[in-house]
Nanobody
Framework: QVQLVESGGGLVQAGGSLRLSCVAS???????VGWFRQAPGKEREFVAA???????YYPDSVKGRFTISRDNAKNTVYLQMNNLKPEDTAVYYC????????????????????WGQGTQVFVSS
């Protein structure tokens, strides 16, 4: 199973930027690598996903502000977050889908079988 380790979280003022990194033991065969977030008392929320082909996907809440990218040579996926808002405050998780013959739903956390430990992002107003 893929092992994932996130880093790059921290405290930032509204309007600021952060870049999260997710180093994986191997991501080259995962159909999707995604970022999710979870705020206290809320369900885990889809933030971004990148397909093995390089296609990217975002929910409307972060589209235009967040960018996901991957460096297969470094087994690393990045999440560049710009124009951060207080509502972006959450623990951010990196996840990877298993090798499968079918195309998973990239926005469904249940489709991912490997997760990192999470990194906290706090955006102050």
């Amino acid at each position: 199973q893929v092992q994932l380790v996130e880093s790059g979280g921290g405290l930032v003022q509204a309007g600021g930027s952060l870049r999260l990194s997710c180093v994986a033991s191997s991501i080259i065969f995962s159909t999707y690598v995604g970022w999710f977030r979870q705020a206290p008392g809320k369900e885990r929320e889809f933030v971004a996903a990148i397909r093995r082909s390089g296609s990217t996907y975002y929910p409307d809440s972060v589209k235009g502000r967040f960018t996901i990218s991957r460096d297969n040579a470094k087994n690393t996926v990045y999440l560049q977050m710009n124009n951060l808002k207080p509502e972006d405050t959450a623990v951010y998780y990196c996840a990877a889908t298993p090798i499968s013959g079918r195309l998973p739903n990239y926005s469904d956390p249940n489709e991912y079988d490997a997760w990192g430990q999470g990194t906290q992002v706090f955006v102050s107003s």
